[in-house]
């Protein structure tokens, strides 16, 4: 991967979450149970989307694949991150660095997306029903699919060829638990400016084009509820689109702190705590948010244990 690029550093050092030794052993524990909790989460909604045929639908479509990124995400930088916890010194190398900062890039934009196409089925389901079927058709759902992950592969791409192309002369000391493009920017001893304005306008794109769409569509989606004569039928619509609510407010949110601004401006400290959201707090969340907020979930687990402890 390092094919071209002229740099004298071959290996990097992670400073890690903390530099504090009587947390190191606290924090260990805890973002293992995180990720044990994330990981079997994320699966165990798998498989139900898997057994079940009645979770055969868009909204469940878009879930599965929600899950699946949940799934990934964390395992880019988790595993390295608990190592940070028990050792003295966390190194990783070039090609290293840059292959996790290339799967972080491509997952956290597919997030992005999904989480817009999510916003998008509420929006038909609520606002237009009867058009439901065909709106929301097997074909759409796969392009939609198809857009999110490949508007992700693109912009990973944009953004690694940029990294690559610069030189790392002495400093090698990243003041971070992972290969972020903000903490590398600052050991290149050449010029930043075209992975600066790289951050800000692909960033941009992938936070602002996809924030936009999700707020319109909720805007739409309450102009419907508000209209909806019965209060139980508007408790019903709000139950429906609280879960997403609150997954998009973390992860955007966290990452728009974190990336919409230059590098040369952005607090670290700030933001490698910031960054525990969207790459820990939120994949683990989701599992737990979408099941115990979810009757058709929480049906289909009742289903799926009965099967197994009672086979017919």
Known sequence: MATGNISFVTEFILLGLTERLDLQLPLFFLFLATYVFTILGNLGLLTLIGLNSHLHTPMYFFLFNLSFIDLCYPSVFTPKMLMNFLSKKNIISYQGCMTQFFFFCILAISECYVLTSMAYDRYVAICNPLLYNMAMSPKVCSRLIFGSYLMAFSSAMAHTGCMLRLTFCDANTINHYFCDILPVLQLSCTSTYV????????????????????????????????????????????????????????????????????????????????????????????????????KDVIFALRKTLSRRMFPS
């Open 195 to 294: 992975n600066e304005l790289m951050v800000i306008i692909v960033s941009g794109i992938n936070l602002i084009v996809p924030s936009l769409t999700i707020f319109i569509s909720y805007g739409f989606i309450l102009c419907s509820v508000l209209h909806i004569n019965s209060t139980e039928g508007r408790f019903k619509a709000f139950r429906t689109c609280s879960s997403h609510v609150i997954a998009v407010s973390l992860f955007f949110g966290s990452l728009s702190f974190m990336y919409l601004q230059p590098s040369s401006t952005g607090p670290l400290n700030g933001g490698k705590f910031s960054s525990v959201f969207y790459t820990n707090v939120v994949p683990m969340m989701n599992p737990l948010v979408y099941s115990l907020r979810n």
